[in-house]
């Protein structure tokens, strides 16, 4: 599995999408829900990708060492380093 790099300006949430978050008829807690819902869809498809798999066909244990392998290039090399910035 191959990191590939994530470009400088790449969000889970664009402004647009945020803005048409802001303007739904939901509560805070709502909005945040729907705001995570919409990143880890992203997130989703990016490890998908990583793994030339389709979404739906990713395993609980990929994305358990998806996450293992991005927080182990976080501790070794640096939060830029990894996907997450976070």
């Not at 490890?47 to 998806?66: K, S």
């Amino acid at each position: 599995m191959d990191i590939l790099p994530q470009q400088p300006s790449a969000q889970f949430l664009t402004l647009e999408e945020s803005a048409q978050v802001d303007a739904a008829l939901l509560s805070s807690a709502e909005k945040f829900l729907t705001r995570l819902t919409i990143s880890s869809l992203k997130l989703l498809q990016h490890i998908a990708q990583e793994y030339g798999v389709a979404m739906e066909d990713l395993t609980t244990q990929q994305l358990i060492t998806w996450f293992e392998k991005d927080a182990k290039i976080k501790r070794e090399q640096g939060i830029e380093a990894s996907y997450l910035k976070w």
